[in-house]
């Protein structure tokens, strides 16, 4: 049930929002140099790898070194509009793609990059567990917790996706959907 409710929700999210999909894809070209979507690879249900899609909001080539680096809160490699399309969430809009594709759900853990997993493993084994299912686009964590910037945080994302895994239902799913669509369409910083 839950992804039938990801594929026709998805399907009719891209439909709805196709026209500021466009926009962003244009605005994001005229603003700066370099691809309009950024790819990276994330470790989803099965701890198997995917890629997520989104918005690029930093300079491109910001990891020439090759070592993975967490965003931070005023992080200087952001480009004046994707500090904009960040603040308000509307990078992860080209998530609807992963969730019709079957990588995400629009509701569940955050996925992450393998580097940073491997840090919270060394502290926390148990979060493994969150491979029983599917990422999300959203999460209680996404809403209450931020962005993750550090590993305390990260451990505090955990606990909350764990609580999700251990006890969440479809009204939990729609509240927290709820939630999250009404913080982005009024502009609430989470």
Known sequence: MKRLFDIV???????VTSPLLLL???MQKLSSSGPALFKQERIGM?????????FRTMIVNTEEDGVPQLAE???????????FLRSH???????????????????GYRPERKYFIEQITAVR?????????R??????????????YTLDKMIRRLD?????????TVVDDVKILTKTFAYVLFGKKF
């Open 9 to 15: 929700v998805a399907l009719l999210g891209m439909i």
């Open 125 to 133: 084994p148990d979060y493994t567990r969150l491979y029983a299912i």
């Open 160 to 168: 909350m996706d764990l609580e999700y895994l251990e006890h969440h």
């Open 73 to 83: 809160a005023n992080d200087e490699r952001l480009t004046a509009f994707g500090k």
């Open 24 to 26: 962003i894809f244009v």
């Open 46 to 54: 099965g701890g198997k790898s995917f890629y997520i899609y989104k």
């Open 135 to 148: 990422p999300g686009v959203t999460s209680l964590a996404t809403i209450y917790n931020g962005y993750t």
């Open 89 to 107: 969430h509307l990078d992860e809009m080209p998530q609807l793609w992963n969730v019709l594709k079957g990588d995400m759900s629009f509701v």
